[in-house]
């Protein structure tokens, strides 16, 4: 048999050379449906999986992925982009506020009337707060630099954590799309049911790194996630009065 993508001569049923299917199909109807129905079950039974273990079990779960066992899980990159635009998108739909986004307006509100020297830094929080899912991604190295410093010891390198941290934040927004289901449905203002996600998704990111980090102490791993929370402001404060200095500098 002759395969049809690199032309080489092959037995069974995937050349041996590439790797391709020998049984190619014609491109039509039933091809396309196929392919669809393929795709969308595939998407599903991934993504699925990973939103229940991350729910039942998410430190363990992960942990095994970092391990070798990822037949089953949704790749974590791609888990934190899909959740994340489906997220931006349902924000959009029903103009929906977070918590964490109205907190921060109020504190570039409250900043702005005492100093107008901090424009910079308050132009870096209102993007932060009214752009939530982009900000959490792009802050995500910063929490895996915070949770890998703080859990140096457990002796998982920086990429290690960077995944833990894919997983987490993809589970966290999440916890937001459903309580952004519950804000539409109900038609709901309340800043209690606003908060909640807020304190849920980080109560997550506690009970996944008491399940993670399988070798310390119970209260070893309480003050080595608050420390990881700790460093992570340090940083973003950091990064905040670099990027406003440099702005006032006019060097970008």
């Known amino acids: 048999m002759t395969c ?19 049984n190619v199909q014609k491109i039509n109807f039933t091809y396309l449906a196929d392919e669809i129905s393929n795709s ?12 229940k273990e991350l729910f039942i079990r998410p430190g363990h779960s992960i942990r095994e992925f970092l391990e070798g066992k990822r037949k089953q899980h949704f790749k974590p990159l791609a ?21 964490l986004g ?27 707060a009214n752009n939530y899912a982009y ?12 949770s890998y410093l703080s859990f140096k010891k457990a002796k998982y390198n920086y990429f290690e954590h960077l995944i833990l941290n894919f997983y987490i934040t993809g589970q966290q927004i999440v ?29 997550f990111t506690f009970l996944t790194f008491i399940q993670f980090f399988q070798s310390k102490k119970f209260v070893t791993k309480i003050f080595l996630s608050l420390l990881a929370y700790l460093l ?21």
Not at 79 to 99: A, G, M, N
Not at 135 to 146: D, H, K, Q, V
């Open 135 to 146: 900000s959490t991604l792009l802050l995500l190295p910063i929490f895996s630099l915070a």
């Open 40 to 51: 969308v079950l595939q998407v599903n039974r991934g993504i699925l999986f990973t939103i």
């Open 175 to 203: 916890i937001y799309i459903i309580f952004t289901f519950l804000y539409f449905a109900f038609n709901s203002d309340s800043y209690f049911l606003q908060g909640l996600p807020f304190i849920l998704s980080i109560l």
């Open 232 to 252: 992570y402001f340090i940083f973003i404060g950091v990064f905040m009065s670099l990027i406003g200095y440099l702005a006032e500098s006019g060097i970008f």
């Open 4 to 22: 049809k993508n690199c032309k080489q001569n092959f037995e069974g049923n995937f050349c041996n050379h590439c790797g391709q299917n020998s």
């Open 79 to 99: 888990f934190v982009l899909l959740v994340s635009t489906i997220y931006v998108l349902l924000t959009y739909f029903t103009e929906t506020k977070t918590f």
């Open 102 to 128: 109205s907190a921060i307006n109020g504190a570039s509100d409250a900043l702005n009337t005492r100093n107008q020297k901090l424009s910079t830094s308050i132009k870096i929080l209102n993007w932060l």
